[in-house]
Nanobody
């Protein structure tokens, strides 16, 4: 398993933008070989999948509440995955984590579902707070 490290969280005003980064700690692990998802967990709520970059078809799948505002991407040269968030709203306040998918989420349909049990390695998370 790889250790993932998120960064880029912080405080942003309503309507503002923020970009989160996800890196693989250590060497020898390339993120582009895996489906990588972003999850978030708001206070008092269950963790939910936000996006999933699929390793097979190269597409990104988003949960409905962020479509059109969030963009997940890879920079393979830097071995990084990003989550760019626009038009932030207070309900987006949460701890955001990236996770490496197992073989199941190489299937686009499973990547879209982003079930936690299908992700083997997780970062520690980064806090995003959207002020009103």
């Amino acid at each position: 398993q790889v250790q993932l490290v998120e960064s880029g969280g912080g405080l942003v005003q309503r309507g503002g933008s923020l970009r989160l980064s996800c890196a693989a700690a250590g060497s020898g692990f390339t993120l582009d070989a895996y489906s990588i998802a972003w999850f978030r967990q708001a206070p008092g709520k269950e963790r939910e999948g936000v996006s999933c970059l699929n390793a097979n078809d190269g597409r990104t799948y988003y949960t409905d509440s962020v479509k059109g505002r969030f963009t997940a991407s890879r920079d393979n040269a830097k071995n990084m995955v990003y989550l760019h968030m626009d038009s932030q709203q207070p309900e987006a306040t949460a701890v955001y984590s990236c996770a490496e998918g197992n073989r199941v989420v190489r299937m686009p349909t499973e990547c879209q579902k982003s079930r936690e049990q299908d992700f083997a390695s997780w970062g520690q998370g980064t806090q995003v707070t959207v002020s009103s």
